[in-house]
Structures are given as C-alpha cells and as structure tokens.
C-alpha cells in the first residue's frame, strides 16, 4: 500500500501537535550553554546534559519575572511546554519559569546582583558620605505601621529630643515595596532640611526583605547625595542595601543610636569642657601674674637705663672723632709723599727732551728724502734716453712705418689681413687709410 504524501509544512505540523499534545507541562533539568541575548529581550539558549540538548526559549515577560539572570554553567530546572520552530524543523522548550539547581532562586539573583553592582563600583568604601554629628532633621524610608519604626522613634525621642523628624511611609514588602522604597529617597533628595536618611525595617525571611535587595533601590541610596543609614531586619540579616548605603545599622533600633549622639552625654561632656577651660584660664592667669611679679622687681628704672646708654654715645663720640683726626692726619701725609713722586716723575723734562730728538730727526729726515728724490730723477731721464732708443717713433723718423686694424690692432703677419680689409698705415707725420687689393706672400728663400 502506497505511503500518503504530505508536505513539509503539513509533517512538520503533524510532529508539532503530537509533541505539544505528549508534553502538555515539563520540568527539565540541564546546564546552560550558548545563551543569546538579542536587543528584543527574549532568551535563547541550549539545555544539555552529559548526552543530549535542546532548544530552549524564553520570552521576555517570562525573563522579566525571573528572580535571577540565566548564564552560560548553570545548572537549573526548567518550567515549561514543548513546541516545534517550524521554520527550522527543531523542537525546543518554551519555557515560563525557571529554578536553579542546589542554591535558591532569590539566594542566586542576590549573589549575581551583589557582583555586578560591586563591579560597578557602588560598594565602594571611598565614596561613602560622612554621617553628620548632629543632624538639623532626619528623614525615615519605611512602613508607619511595623514595630521598627516605633522603636527608632521612642530612642530618638531618648536619646535627643527635639530633634525634627519626617516620616515617609512606604511598603516595605511585595512587588510594589522596591519602588515605592526608591522613589521615596529621591523624594527627600528634593528637600534642604534633611540631611540624613535611615531606610529599612524589621526583621523576617529572605522573600520578606526582598525589597532591599531590588537594583532600584540600591540605586537610590547610591544617587542620594543624603548619607543613608540601612537598617533592614536583624543583625544576621545582610541585604544589597546594606552594602551600599553609607553606613549599616544592623537593626533599626541600632539606626536610631547611630543617627544622634546621647543628649545627656553631650551636655555633660559642655558642662566638663567648660569647667576645663575655666580651670585652665584661672591657672594661666595665676601663673602669668606671678611671672609679672618675677619681671616688675627685675624692672630696672628707665632713667637709670636711658643715662647709662647717653654716656656710651659720648664715649663712642669721642672716640670716633679721635679715630677720624688720626685717619686724616695719615691721608695728609701720603699725599704729601704722592705729590713729591710725582713731581720727581713729571713728564715735562722729559717732553723737552722728545721735542729736540723730533727736531733732529725731522731734519735728517728732509735731508734724506731730497737725496733719494734726486738719484730717483736722474734715473728716469736715463730710462727716457734708452727708451726714446728703442721706441718705434724714433725708427719712424728714420722713414719706416707700421700698420694696424681699424680696432688698432698691429699687423705684423700676412696671415692677418684678409682681401679688401681696411687697414691704418702710420707715419711719423700721420696716418693713411687703406684697402688690400692684393697678397702677395714672401717667396721662400728669398730675402
């Protein structure tokens, strides 16, 4: 019998009612692994174990409800339904709630929110704010019906009354409780007056304290430019508040006596400063009045004093005028003896004596240069004579002539004038312009 033909869609279809038809409601139990996170805040990941995996989804609400965050290792127990991505053909989990393995749910979220907050920075010891000595008023972030705010309020009225206090009433428990919590502390951020905050409550479970534990409310404390005190359950109940407000109270009764010092102890720490201080300035006073007692019998009389420093300046007088005719009396004598060198050492006689040997020289010197100027001039008329004897004016008187270019260049070689060039005949009495016409070169041998 032939099989019946089905389609892809039409198999796959068939396979995802069967699967969700088998599988009404699962709980499964795996490890974590390839977990996506995608901007739409949906979760997609694979659950296995040491043989298989499978798909698995969660969609963004279901996320948004979950205590903790999922992470790649974790070992978990899923709530959910089987579904089949037709697309893709591939079975996967659709899952609506989700459980860790071994540790519980809130003890993991609080685990994972108390790293990352302490990655970030709010733990910081270094950006805790100073809690004041005596605050102008205070400001209290819990419920106005528990018994922690009872107690904060009768060990502030003990401890120092009179002290402003303003109370804004929130929940403290319940998914409302976190806000409420967080809006509540930016509220008193907008107030002058307060200038400290103690958030908190009693004691109860982990799921009770919940709210302390919330991000927005950690945030809260941290933005609060107002130090804040937590004081959230008993002294063995640690929550994210605690580490990061500014300072924790490990009850809110603890709270109320760290916000104010003990009123009756301040006053009698005045009382015992100011009888300190009077005691100290009774005992100055004694002790200064004796010393000037000491220092008016050791008082010596002005005028004794003003009489013995007059007749130390006659004395210096004296001796500096005495000191003063000896130094002049010194300079007197060495300019006496500079004058007698110096006149010993004037250049007068020596002047006169310079003066003739010029004198000499000068006339020695005319008597030279006139020799020298005549054996100069009668050696030049004999230069004149010899050259006169060599000088080609003196053969042209004889009937010679020479030639030149126009640029008066001589002529002295044929090989230098070339057919119709004008040449300059010179002669004793004159000059001639002339044109070669004609060349004719010496014959060799004949003279």
């Known amino acids: 019998m032939q099989a019946e033909v089905l389609t892809v869609t039409e198999l796959t279809e068939g396979i995802k009612h069967l699967l969700e038809m088998s ?98 920075g709010l733990f910081n010891p270094d950006l805790k704010k100073e809690i004041p000595f005596l605050p102008k008023a205070i400001g209290i972030v819990t419920s106005p019906t528990g018994a922690a705010i009872q107690d904060i309020l009768n060990i502030l009225d003990r401890r120092f009354p009179g002290i402003p206090v303003i109370i804004n009433p929130v929940l403290v428990q319940g998914e409302q409780a976190a806000g409420d919590i967080a809006n509540a502390i930016n509220q008193f951020n907008q107030l002058d007056s307060v200038n400290v905050l103690i958030v908190g409550r009693g004691g109860g479970s982990m799921e009770d304290l919940w709210a302390f534990n919330e991000e927005v409310v950690a945030r809260a404390i941290y933005n609060s430019s107002i130090p804040v005190i937590s004081a959230v359950g008993h002294e063995t109940d640690f929550t994210i508040a605690d580490f990061v407000a500014d300072l924790r109270a490990p009850t809110p009764s603890a709270a109320a006596e760290l916000v ?49 420093y007059m007749m130390k300046i006659d004395d210096l ?35 006169g004596n310079y003066r003739q040997q010029l004198s000499e020289l000068s006339s020695l010197l005319e008597t030279r240069v006139k020799y020298i100027c005549t054996q100069k001039r009668n050696k030049a008329v004999e230069l004149t004579h010899v050259l006169d004897s060599v000088s080609p004016l003196a053969t042209m008187t004889r009937g010679y002539s020479f030639v030149t270019q126009p640029s008066g ?17 010179n002669l004793k009495d004159g000059k001639l312009e002339t044109r070669v016409e004609k060349i004719l070169p010496k014959e060799v041998g004949n003279d």
Request: aromatic share 8%; charged share 25%.
């Open 409 to 425: 260049r001589v002529v002295s070689e044929i090989s230098q004038v070339k057919m119709n060039a004008n040449l300059i005949v």
């Open 317 to 351: 007088n004296q001796r500096l005028s005495q000191t003063f005719e000896n130094r002049l009396s010194l300079f007197s004598s060495k300019v006496d003896s500079l004058s007698h060198r110096l006149r010993l050492l004037s250049p007068l006689s020596q002047i």
């Open 23 to 120: 599988f009404d409601r699962i709980c499964v139990r795996g490890e974590i692994s390839n977990l996506a996170r995608p901007n739409s805040g949906h979760l997609y990941f694979n659950l296995k174990d040491e043989h298989a995996q499978i798909r698995g989804v969660m969609f963004r609400s279901a996320a948004q409800r979950s205590k903790f965050d999922l992470e790649n290792g974790l070992e978990v127990f899923l709530h959910g339904r089987i579904s089949v991505y037709e697309p893709r053909g591939e079975y996967q989990i659709i899952v609506d709630r989700v459980e860790p393995f071994g540790a519980g749910a809130l003890q993991l979220a609080f685990e994972q929110l108390k790293e990352r907050l302490s990655a970030e």
């Open 260 to 308: 104010v010092p003990l009123k009756e102890y301040l006053v009698f720490r005045v009382s015992d400063a100011s009888n300190r201080i009077e005691n100290l300035v009774i005992r100055k006073i004694k002790t200064e009045a004796e010393r000037l007692n000491h220092l008016s019998k050791r008082l010596r009389s002005p005028k004794a004093v003003i009489q013995t």
